[in-house]
Protein backbone atom coordinates (compact mmCIF):
# COMPACT_ATOMS: atom_id res chain seq x y z
CA UNK A 1 0.00 0.00 0.00
CA UNK A 2 1.09 3.77 -0.80
CA UNK A 3 2.38 5.35 2.12
CA UNK A 4 1.08 8.60 0.68
CA UNK A 5 -3.04 7.21 1.85
CA UNK A 6 -4.77 8.18 4.57
CA UNK A 7 -6.33 4.78 5.79
CA UNK A 8 -9.67 5.17 8.21
CA UNK A 9 -10.71 2.37 10.15
CA UNK A 10 -15.20 1.24 9.81
CA UNK A 11 -16.95 -0.34 12.31
CA UNK A 12 -20.39 -1.51 11.83
CA UNK A 13 -22.67 -4.21 13.02
CA UNK A 14 -26.19 -5.32 12.30
CA UNK A 15 -28.24 -7.67 14.84
CA UNK A 16 -29.16 -11.36 13.86
CA UNK A 17 -31.36 -11.82 16.79
CA UNK A 18 -31.65 -9.92 19.88
CA UNK A 19 -28.84 -11.82 21.48
CA UNK A 20 -26.40 -12.56 18.17
CA UNK A 21 -24.96 -10.17 15.71
CA UNK A 22 -22.25 -10.01 12.94
CA UNK A 23 -19.51 -7.05 13.57
CA UNK A 24 -17.12 -5.88 10.56
CA UNK A 25 -14.21 -3.86 11.19
CA UNK A 26 -12.05 -2.54 8.32
CA UNK A 27 -9.52 0.06 7.13
CA UNK A 28 -9.36 1.94 3.78
CA UNK A 29 -7.76 4.21 1.79
CA UNK A 30 -9.54 7.93 0.94
CA UNK A 31 -10.11 5.91 -3.09
CA UNK A 32 -12.59 3.44 -1.28
CA UNK A 33 -10.14 0.70 -1.38
CA UNK A 34 -10.40 -1.98 1.25
CA UNK A 35 -7.28 -2.79 2.51
CA UNK A 36 -7.60 -4.81 5.71
CA UNK A 37 -10.25 -6.65 7.29
CA UNK A 38 -9.37 -6.58 10.93
CA UNK A 39 -12.94 -8.38 11.66
CA UNK A 40 -16.01 -9.87 10.38
CA UNK A 41 -17.16 -11.63 13.80
CA UNK A 42 -20.09 -13.25 15.30
CA UNK A 43 -20.77 -12.22 18.70
CA UNK A 44 -23.19 -13.58 21.09
CA UNK A 45 -24.86 -11.73 24.43
CA UNK A 46 -24.11 -14.01 26.83
CA UNK A 47 -24.07 -13.82 30.51
CA UNK A 48 -24.51 -9.86 30.09
CA UNK A 49 -21.65 -9.37 27.90
CA UNK A 50 -20.74 -9.83 24.45
CA UNK A 51 -19.00 -11.88 23.12
CA UNK A 52 -17.10 -13.29 20.09
CA UNK A 53 -17.29 -16.82 18.78
CA UNK A 54 -15.67 -16.82 15.33
CA UNK A 55 -13.97 -14.13 13.39
CA UNK A 56 -12.48 -14.02 10.03
CA UNK A 57 -9.52 -11.55 9.37
CA UNK A 58 -6.35 -10.81 7.28
CA UNK A 59 -4.35 -9.52 9.62
CA UNK A 60 -1.34 -11.88 8.34
CA UNK A 61 -1.84 -11.16 4.81
CA UNK A 62 -4.72 -14.55 3.64
CA UNK A 63 -7.65 -14.61 5.23
CA UNK A 64 -8.36 -17.14 7.92
CA UNK A 65 -11.02 -17.91 10.95
CA UNK A 66 -10.78 -17.99 14.87
CA UNK A 67 -13.03 -19.81 16.38
CA UNK A 68 -13.42 -19.35 20.49
CA UNK A 69 -12.53 -22.59 22.15
CA UNK A 70 -15.68 -22.42 24.94
CA UNK A 71 -17.02 -19.86 27.44
CA UNK A 72 -14.09 -20.91 30.00
CA UNK A 73 -11.47 -20.85 27.65
CA UNK A 74 -11.07 -17.50 25.27
CA UNK A 75 -8.08 -19.10 23.51
CA UNK A 76 -8.91 -19.66 19.38
CA UNK A 77 -8.57 -22.63 17.34
CA UNK A 78 -7.63 -20.86 13.41
CA UNK A 79 -7.92 -22.40 9.93
CA UNK A 80 -8.34 -21.57 6.90
CA UNK A 81 -10.00 -24.56 5.63
CA UNK A 82 -12.98 -23.46 4.24
CA UNK A 83 -12.08 -20.23 3.78
CA UNK A 84 -12.16 -18.12 0.48
CA UNK A 85 -8.81 -16.91 -0.32
CA UNK A 86 -9.40 -15.50 -4.10
CA UNK A 87 -10.62 -12.14 -4.54
CA UNK A 88 -10.56 -8.29 -3.65
CA UNK A 89 -10.72 -7.35 0.15
CA UNK A 90 -14.73 -6.26 -0.13
CA UNK A 91 -15.31 -9.76 -2.02
CA UNK A 92 -13.60 -11.63 0.87
CA UNK A 93 -15.63 -9.27 3.67
CA UNK A 94 -18.43 -9.77 1.95
CA UNK A 95 -18.09 -14.04 1.99
CA UNK A 96 -17.10 -13.81 5.05
CA UNK A 97 -20.46 -12.17 6.43
CA UNK A 98 -22.50 -13.96 4.77
CA UNK A 99 -20.67 -17.34 5.51
CA UNK A 100 -21.72 -16.03 9.23
CA UNK A 101 -25.44 -15.05 8.45
CA UNK A 102 -25.24 -18.10 6.95
CA UNK A 103 -24.27 -20.43 9.49
CA UNK A 104 -24.25 -18.46 12.68
CA UNK A 105 -26.59 -21.17 14.64
CA UNK A 106 -24.16 -23.74 13.64
CA UNK A 107 -21.50 -21.78 14.84
CA UNK A 108 -23.26 -21.30 18.42
CA UNK A 109 -24.37 -24.55 18.59
CA UNK A 110 -20.43 -26.35 18.28
CA UNK A 111 -20.14 -23.58 20.72
CA UNK A 112 -22.03 -24.32 23.32
CA UNK A 113 -21.22 -27.83 22.99
CA UNK A 114 -17.99 -27.29 23.43
CA UNK A 115 -18.93 -25.37 27.03
CA UNK A 116 -20.21 -28.31 28.32
CA UNK A 117 -23.89 -27.49 27.96
CA UNK A 118 -26.58 -29.88 27.60
CA UNK A 119 -28.74 -30.51 24.74
CA UNK A 120 -31.41 -28.44 26.51
CA UNK A 121 -29.35 -26.00 27.39
CA UNK A 122 -28.09 -25.58 23.70
CA UNK A 123 -31.67 -25.21 22.76
CA UNK A 124 -32.83 -22.30 25.18
CA UNK A 125 -29.58 -20.39 24.96
CA UNK A 126 -29.40 -20.81 20.84
CA UNK A 127 -31.77 -17.55 19.70
Known sequence: MDKLHQVSTFRRHFYLS???RVTRIYEQIETGRLVEIVCASLDT???GKWITIVRYDTHHGYMHKHERVSIENESTTVTILGVRQKGTRRRLLRWAIR???TNYLVYKRKFL???GYSKNEIWFNLF
Request: glycine share 0%; proline share 0%; hydrophobic share 15%.
Open 99 to 101: DIN
Open 45 to 47: HFK
Open 113 to 115: KRS
Open 18 to 20: DNN
